[in-house]
């Protein structure tokens, strides 16, 4: 690395983004820690744009995903001895709208007016997602979809396994097998992720706000597809890195996109659920800044990796 990228890449500095509007930010921030404590760090009022992926608290997707937790290790993606997408407890969603809620108060206090925050869902907890944001003072503006054409697995659960489990003689287990041929648990194959879009409230009118903090007004010009940008932003999943084992790990064409929508060159964007860093790479290819919390040191490591990786490329 030369030296203007030690620079540029301030790994665990003081989250002192420290910055007006019409000052040009170059800065890479990835912090190690739980956003709940970190994010008061920073000034309030210094960034411009939020694009993040926070966990669901489902199917095991916690800070200890990879590892099990406690006395009761889970292989990845299973909670309780059920499969992905079983755990349907409405529990789950009410917790997920009171997380949203907390940091979503914490993010509004870093974000100047009308500043945007982009926030990928689950589409069964988008209304939880959008209701924490807004009960945490953000208007609500939209929802986008990230849509897929692989195919992905569908999670739907045939109703054998449970049959053969059930006391009944095996000539009902028979009879009931073929009543319930072809019907499995209501899970359509998934082809699309939601993404809330929120605003802190703007100071004054869309153009005052803009005159004051160059934030509020979008870019209608920034295109995926050569067409004018849509709700719905179609961009294959990424391969799984040789050196990139997240589990959840966003398209770098996306966020970037995304932050070209929403903030210009020189702002600084944010992500407290950065996970292997695919926020802060967008934001260098595309020019802003970037402050990046990450609760779990592997995944910032492998954030770190990739950063240098990207700025060795353009050397
Ligand atoms: C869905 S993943 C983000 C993946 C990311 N978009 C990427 O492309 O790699 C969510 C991340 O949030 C992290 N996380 C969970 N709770 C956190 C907290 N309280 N503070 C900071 N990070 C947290 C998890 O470790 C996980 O890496």
């Not at 926070?54 to 200890?64: A, E, H, I």
């Not at 054998?160 to 053969?164: A, G, K, V, Y």
């Given at each position: 690395m030369?030296?203007?990228?030690?620079?540029?890449?301030?790994?665990?500095?003081?989250?002192?983004?420290?910055?007006?509007?019409?000052?040009?930010?170059v800065f890479i921030n990835l912090v190690t820690g739980d956003c709940i404590e970190k994010l008061p760090e920073i000034d309030a009022e210094s960034v411009h744009l939020i694009v993040t992926d926070?966990?669901?608290?489902?199917?095991?997707?916690?800070?200890?995903w990879r590892k099990g937790t406690g006395e009761t290790p889970r292989a990845t993606g299973a909670v309780g001895g059920l499969p992905v997408g079983m755990k349907f407890d409405p529990k789950q969603g009410r917790d997920l709208q009171a997380f949203m809620e907390q940091t979503g108060?914490?993010?509004?206090?870093?974000?100047?007016?009308?500043?945007?925050?982009?926030?990928?869902?689950?589409?069964?907890?988008?209304?939880r997602m959008a209701a924490g944001l807004e009960d945490a003072g953000f208007e609500i503006r939209d929802l986008f979809a990230w849509h897929f054409t692989q195919r992905a697995q569908p999670k739907a659960f045939r109703m054998?396994?449970?049959?053969?489990r059930m006391d009944k003689s095996p000539m009902e287990k028979k009879q009931l097998k073929r009543q319930l041929r072809g019907r499995r648990t209501p899970q359509l194959r998934p082809q699309f992720e939601a993404m809330v879009l929120a605003q802190k409230p703007r100071q004054g009118t869309f153009f005052d706000n803009y005159l004051l903090y160059r934030t509020g007004l979008i870019d209608t010009?920034?295109?995926?597809?050569?067409?004018?940008?849509?709700?719905?932003?179609?961009?294959?999943?990424?391969?799984?890195?040789?050196?990139?084992?997240?589990?959840?790990?966003?398209?770098?064409?996306?966020?970037?996109?995304?932050?070209?929508?929403?903030?210009?060159?020189?702002?600084?964007?944010?992500?407290p659920f950065l996970g292997s860093g695919t926020t802060a790479i967008a934001a260098h290819r595309t020019g802003r800044a970037c402050i990046g919390i990450e609760i779990n040191s592997d995944y910032i490591n492998i954030a770190e990796e990739r950063l240098e990786e990207l700025l060795q490329e353009a050397q």
């Open positions: 030369t030296d203007s990228h030690r620079v540029l890449l301030e790994f665990d500095q003081a989250l002192t983004a420290a910055v007006r509007p019409e000052t040009p930010q926070p966990p669901y608290y489902l199917d095991g997707l916690d800070t200890d108060a914490l993010m509004l206090d870093a974000l100047v007016p009308g500043g945007f925050a982009v926030v990928f869902s689950q589409p069964r907890l988008a209304h054998e396994h449970f049959i053969d010009g920034v295109t995926l597809d050569g067409k004018a940008p849509s709700t719905v932003m179609t961009v294959e999943k990424p391969q799984k890195g040789k050196n990139n084992g997240h589990m959840t790990v966003k398209p770098v064409r996306l966020i970037e996109h995304l932050i070209r929508l929403f903030s210009e060159p020189g702002q600084v964007v944010l992500d």
